[in-house]
């Protein structure tokens, strides 16, 4: 392999993004400035839960292709594309995304670039960011002109990291030069046939912020289709499936249900809308305000959903929440909508029980007023009303009458629509759904 990778920032894209490079064949360095991270990282241990990636970290740190430091002299003398994977969180304050750990990255990297290189930036960012660190990377380095910046965005999902990452559906370069656009054909070669879209560096930071609009749309979308089918006494599920077979709408994400969260997707339309009001064309986004007020409507609608349930209040009732993670087959509980539902009905007066297969420890430590439970029969036990709120195979093949036989009463609220409304009323339980009748 004739070049050698560094990866920037080992967090969710960065740990990833390591280790599927060095599968591929490459040497690879992955630089923390976070100590304990990297020394975890060595032992391949790996901080998040992700499916496989593991045993890919492990692999290459067996075979030497995978290393890794908290230099940025070692990484500039290493690598002579550098990738760059660090997160851009939504500031505290507002709705704009914080760039400043790419810029720090540049900075710290920057005065050992002594000899020709790619830096080629992954990271979520608004759009212009590019431009701005390519002139501060030329201004810092030594080498001048010699070091080059590309922008790359990734679109892996969490639980599908190692899957999207070694056969992505597309791959997209912002370059400024022909010489960055092969170095970076080469590096993606080993992936085979992959469609390929080479542009300049706006386009390619804003499709990614682009596509993740679109997702948040089709999700908000059939989830404003919900809330017109409960008023209605209509069937959201049959209507999701009914569009479906559209060819030109597509199946994908038109779960209706409890909405989106996580890391990526709330943040990212935020900081969208923050960034088209810089640039003067908030109104092109302003449809994604409604986007992001419909997703957290659904929230509210499902502890609203549990309450009505129960009678009107829930002063001393006691609730189980099955689901913590953002997600299913994620450890993930950046803004979780079940944790974030079930800590609204707990200031309502709740005895609030979570279980969830693989998020507690994380759930536990963003919301210690709340209690957990080691399974879900556990957290059921004598509770007034059970919400499904992450749908994990575990909660889908939960039997009806082994859980109603621990619970105070069969009251159940689907958050996800994840299971057979008949099934479970057949089994006596109220059952109530988003979006359904
Ligand atoms: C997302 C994008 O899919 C990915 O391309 C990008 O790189 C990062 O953001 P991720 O955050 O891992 O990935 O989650 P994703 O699987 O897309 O789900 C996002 C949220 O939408 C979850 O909370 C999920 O429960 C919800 N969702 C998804 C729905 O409510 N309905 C659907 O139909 C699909």
């Given amino acids: 392999m004739p070049y050698r990778l560094t990866v920037l920032g080992t967090g969710y894209l960065g740990a990833t993004h390591a280790a599927c490079m060095a599968e591929l064949g490459f040497e690879v360095l992955g630089l923390d400035v976070d100590h304990s991270k990297i020394e975890r990282l060595r032992r391949g241990e790996l901080p998040i839960h992700e499916p496989g990636l593991e045993e890919l970290l492990q692999r290459n740190l067996e075979s030497g292709r995978l290393r890794f430091t908290t230099s940025f002299e070692e990484a500039a003398h290493f690598g002579d594309v550098h990738f760059i994977c660090v997160g851009t969180p939504q500031i505290k304050d507002g709705y704009a995304a914080d760039v400043s750990y790419l810029d720090s990255v540049v900075e710290s990297l920057a005065p050992h670039l002594d000899r020709e290189c790619l830096v080629v930036g992954k990271s979520t960012v608004p759009v212009g960011t590019a431009q701005r660190l390519a002139d501060k990377l030329v201004r810092l380095s030594p080498a001048g002109q010699r070091v080059e910046l590309a922008w790359n965005p990734e679109f892996l999902r969490e639980g599908f990291a190692v899957q999207d990452t070694l056969r992505p559906d597309r791959i997209v370069l912002g370059v400024a030069s022909e010489r960055a656009e092969k170095i970076l054909r080469d590096v993606y070669g080993p992936l085979g046939e992959v469609p390929i879209v080479v542009t300049d560096y706006p386009t390619a930071e804003l499709v990614k912020t682009a596509a993740n609009a679109f997702l948040a749309t089709k999700i908000s979308f059939i989830n404003a289709m919900a809330e017109l089918c409960?008023?209605?006494g209509a069937d959201v599920r049959q209507l999701s499936q009914s569009l479906s077979f559209d060819e030109r709408i597509g199946g994908k994400y038109l779960n209706a249900g409890l909405g989106f969260g996580g890391g990526c997707l709330p943040k990212d339309i935020r900081a969208f809308m923050a960034r088209a009001d810089e640039l003067g064309a908030?109104?092109?986004?302003?449809?994604?305000?409604?986007?992001?007020?419909?997703?957290?409507?659904?929230?509210?609608?499902?502890?609203?959903?549990?309450?009505?349930?129960?009678?009107?209040?829930?002063?001393?009732?006691?609730?189980?929440?099955?689901?913590?993670?953002?997600?299913?087959?994620?450890?993930?509980?950046?803004?979780?909508?079940?944790?974030?539902?079930?800590?609204?009905?707990?200031?309502?007066?709740?005895?609030?029980?979570?279980?969830?297969?693989?998020?507690?420890?994380?759930?536990?430590?963003?919301?210690?007023?709340?209690?957990?439970?080691?399974?879900?029969?556990?957290?059921?036990r004598d509770a007034h009303v059970v919400l499904l709120l992450t749908e994990w195979q575990e909660f889908v093949s939960l039997d009806p009458e082994e859980l109603g036989a621990v619970v105070a009463a069969r009251n159940l609220v689907d958050g996800r629509n994840a299971l057979d409304a008949e099934v479970w009323r057949c089994a006596g339980w109220h059952y109530r759904a988003l979006g359904r009748p």
């Fill in 282 to 380: 908030g109104q092109a986004l302003g449809f994604l305000r409604e986007v992001d007020a419909i997703n957290l409507r659904r929230r509210t609608r499902a502890g609203d959903l549990a309450r009505e349930l129960l009678g009107g209040s829930f002063d001393g009732r006691r609730v189980t929440v099955l689901g913590a993670a953002f997600k299913p087959n994620s450890d993930d509980i950046r803004d979780s909508p079940a944790l974030d539902v079930a800590a609204a009905i707990a200031r309502q007066g709740a005895k609030v029980t979570i279980y969830d297969p693989a998020a507690l420890d994380n759930a536990r430590v963003a919301h210690p007023e709340l209690d957990y439970a080691g399974s879900a029969l556990e957290a059921a």
């Fill in 230 to 232: 409960e008023t209605a």
